[in-house]
């Protein structure tokens, strides 16, 4: 693809981003932001009490907006087999993974130090093999204290991360003239947590399971590639997956990926220098290492900022859950918590904090929750 930038387009361009500002800046033309801005029905605190964190996604504009942004994006990839694979897991992320060994892959694990000694299992819990424990679209996007800690938070993570990673793609080729893999780059993106639906599963009192460490990382990293693996996506693509908690572009930092590919290599069942994960002396990646890699990483950094965002916004929550909605109990609070950040984002109610305050905060959350 050739790319013109003449001096007239360059104008044209600056001058419709100056418009931003009047028009509502970038946020007026998100379908996620204006699904937040939104005119929104109140419920009571009793009304969401009563709802189930799947309930609550399902039922949120927001979550289902992101859900669909990141289908979009799926339905863009170059390859038709791995458009379908790919739409076929965001519909249905139950693992395929065989888990009819546990105990052997763990005792291999074990012996490469890949998992902790004193573990007894590598797997979350799955009632159904059939079937995952939620949607993808209802699970949170990491652990309860974590960024994008409510249902349908692992949807606004995803949803922002694809559209930086089409951004790098897209700017790397006009700015640096890279020809780089969009299926690797921006596929590897959107099933960076695919797993996570199974990790983070709900529990009894409103928070999610705590997750375990696997490899040095948390299990659902290795647990995602893994899967990929198993599903038969490109060598290349797993590699750049693997690459969204690290960059290869130090030793130690390689040195776990390495790490990462290797785990789920075991729990994927392949060699992974045979399978094209790593290169032939297995200590490294693929030679020369590829740019997608670093795209995913890249990508999935928005975590420097949601992680203190959500867990400062837990905290206003709180403080006017107490003062304000009369709630002392913690299962009352998480499903408080849960609702009103999956109707308005935890990152949206921070940028209203950091900017207006507690009052407009206050007022943001009564457009869903009647005291």
Known sequence: MTHNLSRRNLFKSAAATSLLPAMGG????SPLAMAAEAPKTARTLKEVVAMTPV??????????TAYRMITTAAEKLRNPTLRKTVLDILDNPVPTLDMSAEATTLAELKSLGLIDKDRTNV???????????????????????????????LCTHVALNVAVAEAFYALYESVDGLKIDFDDAVGGEILHDLHKPWVFQWEADGSCRKELLLAGTGEHHVLSVAESIRRGIAPSFCVAQACAHEHPGSPAGEK?????????????????VKHGLLAADGKTLPLPRRIEGWVVHLADHDWVISVPACQWVVKALRRLAETTYGV???????AMRNYVLCELTAMRLYGILSEKGEEAFAREVARVLKA
Not at 55 to 64: L, T, Y
Request: overall charge negative; charged content about 15%.
């Open 26 to 29: 970038i946020a007026a033309f």
């Open 55 to 64: 309930e609550m996604a399902k039922h949120s504009e927001v979550v289902q």
């Open 123 to 153: 797997y979350p819990p799955l009632a159904n093999a059939t079937q995952v424990p939620q949607p993808f679209w209802s699970a949170p996007g990491s652990g309860y204290s974590s960024h994008h800690a409510y249902p349908g938070g």
């Open 256 to 272: 776990q990926v390495v790490g990462w590919l290797r785990a789920a290599a075991v729990i994927a069942g392949v060699d992974p």
């Open 328 to 334: 002392k109990d913690e299962k009352t609070f998480n």
